[in-house]
Every structure is written in C-alpha cells, then in structure tokens.
C-alpha cells in the first residue's frame, strides 16, 4: 500500500488500542515498532526514565520539541495534572497530521496544543502567541544540532525560570556533544545523565536532566 511508516504506526494505534486510554496508544506503538518496524518514538526502554521525570516535576507548562507521531506526548501529557498544558512543536505536516489522530486517539487533546512549524521560529512567539511566561518542563527530541541553539533561545527569551527541568533524549545516540558540552559545564545547570538504550535496540543511548539554576 502506499501508507508511509506513521500512517502505519496511526493504524496499528486505530486497530489495537482503545479510545481515551493513553496507556494502550502507548503500548499499541511500542509493539508494532518492536515486531514491524523500528521508529524514532523515545521508546519503551527510556520511556519510563521520561515518566519519572514528569512525574517529579509536576509541571504546570511543558513544551517538547520534535512530535513527530505524538508517542512521546501522550506519554507526557497523560502524566500532567489537571490544568496544566503542554505544547508540542513539529515542522513536518505529515507527521503533525498523524500526532494530532493519535493525540486524539488517547483522548488528551484537551491538554496538547501541537503547533506545527521549526522550533527556531515559534520559541521567540510564544510568550505573546500562547500567554505563558516561563517552562517547568521541556523536552528536546528534536534535530540534534538544534538542541543546543534553541535552549539558547529558550534562556534569551526568558522562557526558563529557576528550577526549570530541561529533559533531553539521545544525547549518546545520535549525540548531542555541544550541548552536552554546554549542559554540564555552565555554572547556570546541574545536569545529570540518565543511562538507557536506543528505542527497540540493545546500543547504549540515554537521557540528560538539566536543572536551570537562574
Ligand atoms: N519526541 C518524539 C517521540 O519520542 O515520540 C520523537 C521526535 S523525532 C525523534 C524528531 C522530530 O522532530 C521529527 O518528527 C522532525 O520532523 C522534528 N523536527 C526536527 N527539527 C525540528 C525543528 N527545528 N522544529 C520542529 N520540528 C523539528
Ligand atoms: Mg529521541
């Protein structure tokens, strides 16, 4: 058929997991990309290491950076108390259109507000666009060179306030060295890594925690 890998993930979603229920999506993903075919969801093996992360923080405006098909934000939005909102950026509208049906599959469209469009772009709009004066959390699962640039961003728009939790994936796999670089030696973060494996695989990836200190 001529249905390109998300719209495959989106079926097997639409076939094996219940409407409204965020942990079947969940696991409906998880399945089909480890006996079908491999993508680039965060996963089921450091999925749980994001969980807890959330959970800990509790917070009240998220952002993640790079949807592609939503696994990673229904992950964090079934997570979020009531009230609280997360707002999810992807600039590929093929893959945007396939996040918004599985958001909605998982019934937490009421907490996510996918914006569709580059990160560089929207970071300098959203204190004005969305009314939202700082992160508590923010999840970078985007181009890899982008991390780095775009939490510059974050930190010259104000966006990051003391104690905001910066979360960001494959930073061994692909890597991410400048930022890595950058988290771990600013006096203005306390980082820590989180050890793990590539989604579906057995090669060593992992996850760094960066506390913005003010
Ligand atoms: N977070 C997702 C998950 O775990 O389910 C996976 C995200 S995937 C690794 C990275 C996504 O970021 C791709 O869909 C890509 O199109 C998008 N992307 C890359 N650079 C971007 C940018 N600068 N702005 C917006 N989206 C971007
Ligand atoms: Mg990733």
């Not at 249905?3 to 089909?32: C, E, F, H, W």
């Not at 590929?92 to 599959?105: D, E, F, L, T």
Request: charged letters at 25%.
């Amino acid at each position: 058929t001529g249905l390109s890998r998300p719209q495959r993930m989106l079926k097997a979603v639409q076939k094996n997991a219940t409407k409204g229920d965020p942990q079947s999506v969940i696991a409906a993903i998880d399945y089909y990309c480890r006996h079908k075919e491999w993508a680039m969801n965060v996963g089921d093996d450091k999925g749980p290491i994001l969980d807890s992360v959330v959970s800990e923080v509790n917070p009240s405006t998220a952002l993640e950076l790079g949807t592609y098909c939503g696994y990673s934000t229904v992950r964090i939005a079934r997570l979020l108390s009531p009230g609280s909102k997360l707002i999810t950026v992807e600039f590929n509208p093929a893959y945007a259109a396939v996040a918004r049906q599985i958001i909605a599959h998982a019934g937490l469209q009421n907490k996510v507000t996918l914006v569709e469009g580059g990160s560089g772009d929207l970071i300098p709009k959203i204190k004005e666009q969305f009314g939202i004066t700082s992160f508590d959390f923010v999840f970078l699962d985007h181009w890899k060179d982008r991390y780095l640039p775009d939490i510059k961003l974050l930190e010259d728009c104000g966006l990051l306030k003391k104690g905001s939790v910066l979360l960001a994936d494959n930073v061994i796999c692909p890597g991410t060295p400048e930022y890595l670089e950058y988290v771990r030696n600013s006096p203005r973060y306390k980082s820590q890594y989180f050890q793990s494996y590539l989604e579906y695989t057995k090669a060593e990836d992992g996850l760094e925690k960066s506390v913005f200190l003010g």
